[in-house]
């Protein structure tokens, strides 16, 4: 087999060429890490806020019992209103 010039450029192009395409596949596949990683920082970022939430209409019932009225209420009604909202969704 003689090696000349011309099989030189074209193994350098098919060797170019798998290369890109390896690239891109390996593109592909770091995006599509980022995106579970994402997805799971948000899942722990809603149980978190679900945390604070039970935590702030427990606190603000604490100080309806005690016998603050007005904004009070209102803000557990919000609450309230919006954790059902959530739940049903």
Known sequence: MYINAQTVITAAAFMGAVATLLGGLFAVYRWYQRQNKQDEDIKAMKEEMCLLNYGVLACLKGLKE????????????????????EAHK
């Open 66 to 85: 005690q016998g603050c009225n007005g904004p009070v209420t209102e803000a557990i009604g919000k609450i309230e209103k919006h954790m059902n909202q």
